[in-house]
């Protein structure tokens, strides 16, 4: 008789472990199943998924991708945690932006985000924002040695920060109280603007800061430019780190230390849905920092402030509901990556000004997940997971790379302003654009799941965005074009464009093509007509001219497209299809014109049907 050890989890200890070989051989047999015959290391690659920057998702992460030991919070190269106990103590900052015109609305909102659970204030001030003469009237009421403030106030850092100074010595608050940043960056705003800023104010205020305020930060390295121009994580380190290495030259140069330049500064990310790859990006961000201090020597200064904010670029117009989902997995990606701030975006922000019930959910997201799901209790949550250290290392080395390249083009200056940034990340842009275009990066509401009854959700009119320099692009703007092109159709004539569903044989060979179909054809803004459920030759030009549709689209396997396809093409035709698509892989049918299938381009074939239906 065999004696087990006493583990409390023995059941199988007599049995010798599973190799990794083992499940090869497992992932082989599954994939011969679908058509690839693959063996070895190969079978791992075709279930890997590839990333931007040349990085790629492996599906089984084991203690052999092992990554460089990403030490302890609070220490070199700070991976796991800018400070010792991270959020553990009191969970991250909750920060909210405001950005409305009119002080006296602007303080409303205020006390009510500061009355619920909000914890520091994010100011956009300047044109199309708060005026520097309402900053006042918008604090009114507040706790300004309680409440840090951050600023954005472009090319008018100077004088609003002059503002807060007048506010804090009229209020009495002790310098040492004053906390937040004045958010002075002239490289981040001759990114959006094209305008060049001297930083010599900028450079004034981080030495007062130094000097008077030792809890407030001068600069602001805004990454959310190269992010919103279409970049990737790689690249958004790569010019973050390239723009404080700037900054922190001008510092040392105007005679500060190391130390000192490296505590005016706080980092600004942006936190996408993917939250593996938030969580590596803040992580790797710390670390790519704390290779700059140590390089300067001052590795006791690495440690890198971290203002994270759920990204524009993912927010959708249509269904805009969905964003609350978008920005809870990039709060939690965020939070989990050890931000020291949290911005979450309220979910119509790409419609225009938030009303107060988004404005609730916005902030109540990081509520749920700090009080209710315990998110901060543990510090580097996904520290030791082999797939986030494998990302996080691989992604210190892309930005490390594009940091790299900047600096050899003269620093992130001369970078921008040759163009060498922009043709980068538009680059970058139209590899992920090509993605969305065949709907390979799914937008749910928008390529796919698309919902054409949806009442639109309207806002007040924002102020008019900073442009002039980089771009700033969104997931979901090639199909937003052709939902409008539908939209101004059915305003002019009362109907949507129509496209009729010719659904061959039983449910069973229709049903997976006929909603694949719909869904397609949907997020042009185009309505499916399935009705009846299914057609024949002799019943399919009764059938179309019932449905008010112009173009029809088969759907069936592809036995049944054999028997039937081209006898129903040459009916449908005849009832006066302008054009007949086929769902399933091209083939040689004379009546069919084009076919829809799992990697096509969706916008393409959306934007030319929409054109030979003439609509405008």
């Known amino acids: 008789m065999t004696v087990l050890p006493d583990d409390g989890l023995s059941l199988a200890a007599e049995f010798p472990d599973a190799t990794h070989e083992q499940w090869q051989r497992l992932v082989e047999g599954v994939l011969r199943k679908s058509g690839k015959d693959v063996s070895g290391p190969a079978a791992e690659e075709a279930l890997s998924t590839a990333l931007e920057d040349g990085l790629s998702t492996r599906p089984l992460y084991t203690a052999r991708e092992a990554a460089p030991h990403a030490g302890y919070p609070g220490f070199a190269p700070f991976v796991r945690g800018g400070t010792a106990a991270g959020s553990a103590a009191a969970g991250w900052d909750v920060r909210q932006r405001h950005a409305a015109t009119d002080p006296a609305g602007s303080n409303e909102t205020v006390l009510a985000d500061l009355e619920n659970g909000v914890t520091s204030l994010w100011l956009g001030i300047g044109p199309g924002a708060l005026p520097v003469s309402g900053i006042e009237r918008a604090l009114e009421g507040v706790f300004l040695d309680l409440a840090p403030v951050a600023m954005d106030a472009g090319a008018e850092f100077e004088p609003a920060a002059r503002e807060l100074f007048r506010l804090y010595e009229e209020r009495g608050i002790p310098k040492d109280s004053a906390r937040g940043t004045l958010g002075a960056d002239p490289l981040g705003h001759e990114a959006r603007t094209g305008e060049r800023l001297d930083p010599a104010a900028a450079i004034e205020l981080a030495r007062l800061c130094g000097q008077e305020y030792p809890n407030l930060r001068a600069l602001t390295v805004d990454a959310l430019p190269y992010h919103e121009a279409g970049g990737s994580a790689g690249q958004e380190l790569g010019a973050s780190l390239a723009t404080a290495v700037a900054y922190l030259r001008e510092l040392t140069d105007a005679g500060l230390t190391v130390e000192a330049a490296c505590a005016q500064l706080e980092f600004r990310y942006a936190a996408t849905a993917d939250q593996f790859l938030t969580i590596a990006k803040l992580r790797a961000a710390r670390r790519l920092w704390a290779r700059v201090?140590?390089?300067?020597?001052?590795?006791?200064?690495?440690?890198?402030?971290?203002?994270?904010?759920?990204?524009?670029?993912?927010?959708?117009?249509?269904?805009?509901?969905?964003?609350?989902?978008?920005?809870?997995?990039?709060?939690?990606?965020?939070?989990?990556?050890?931000?020291?701030?949290?911005?979450?975006?309220?979910?119509?922000?790409?419609?225009?000004?938030?009303?107060?019930?988004?404005?609730?959910?916005?902030?109540?997201?990081?509520?749920?997940?700090?009080?209710?799901?315990?998110?901060?209790?543990?510090?580097?949550?996904?520290?030791?997971?082999?797939?986030?250290?494998?990302?996080?290392?691989?992604?210190?080395?892309?930005?490390?790379?594009?940091?790299?390249?900047?600096?050899?083009?003269?620093?992130?200056?001369?970078?921008?302003?040759?163009?060498?940034?922009?043709?980068?990340?538009?680059?970058?842009?139209?590899?992920?654009?090509?993605?969305?275009?065949?709907?390979?990066?799914?937008?749910?509401?928008?390529?796919?799941?698309?919902?054409?009854?949806?009442?639109?959700?309207?806002?007040?009119?924002?102020?008019?965005?900073?442009?002039?320099?980089?771009?700033?692009?969104?997931?979901?703007?090639?199909?937003?074009?052709?939902?409008?092109?539908?939209?101004?159709?059915?305003?002019?004539?009362?109907?949507?464009?129509?496209?009729?569903?010719?659904?061959?044989?039983?449910?069973?060979?229709?049903?997976?093509?006929?909603?694949?179909?719909?869904?397609?054809?949907?997020?042009?803004?185009?309505?499916?007509?399935?009705?009846?459920?299914?057609?024949?030759?002799?019943?399919?030009?009764?059938?179309?001219?019932?449905?008010?549709?112009?173009?029809?689209?088969?759907?069936?396997?592809?036995?049944?497209?054999?028997?039937?396809?081209?006898?129903?093409a040459d009916a449908l035709k005849s009832a006066g299809a302008q054009r007949v698509f086929l769902a399933g892989r091209p083939a040689e049918r004379p009546g069919v014109d084009a076919y829809v299938f799992a990697g096509c381009d969706a916008v393409s074939v959306l934007s030319s049907t929409l054109d030979h239906m003439g609509v405008a």
């Open 293 to 568: 201090a140590e390089v300067c020597g001052a590795p006791d200064a690495g440690a890198q402030r971290q203002h994270a904010v759920t990204s524009p670029v993912m927010m959708t117009r249509r269904d805009p509901w969905v964003n609350m989902l978008r920005t809870t997995v990039a709060c939690l990606g965020a939070g989990v990556g050890g931000a020291d701030s949290v911005t979450v975006l309220p979910f119509d922000h790409s419609l225009g000004l938030p009303d107060a019930f988004a404005r609730r959910i916005a902030r109540n997201t990081s509520t749920i997940l700090l009080e209710e799901s315990h998110l901060a209790r543990v510090i580097d949550p996904a520290g030791g997971s082999w797939y986030v250290e494998r990302l996080t290392d691989e992604l210190a080395h892309a930005g490390w790379e594009f940091f790299q390249e900047i600096e050899r083009a003269g620093g992130q200056a001369a970078a921008l302003r040759s163009g060498l940034i922009g043709e980068r990340l538009a680059a970058t842009w139209a590899k992920r654009s090509e993605k969305l275009a065949k709907r390979r990066e799914p937008i749910t509401g928008v390529s796919e799941f698309p919902n054409l009854t949806e009442r639109p959700v309207e806002r007040e009119a924002p102020p008019a965005e900073a442009s002039g320099g980089l771009p700033r692009v969104r997931r979901d703007e090639a199909y937003e074009v052709l939902r409008a092109r539908s939209d101004a159709h059915l305003a002019s004539t009362g109907a949507r464009p129509r496209v009729f569903i010719a659904a061959l044989g039983p449910a069973a060979a229709h049903t997976a093509r006929a909603s694949f179909a719909s869904n397609l054809f949907q997020a042009g803004g185009i309505e499916a007509v399935h009705d009846p459920v299914t057609v024949d030759a002799t019943t399919a030009a009764d059938a179309f001219k019932a449905s008010d549709a112009t173009v029809a689209c088969l759907c069936s396997s592809d036995a049944l497209y054999e028997e039937q396809a081209d006898a129903v």
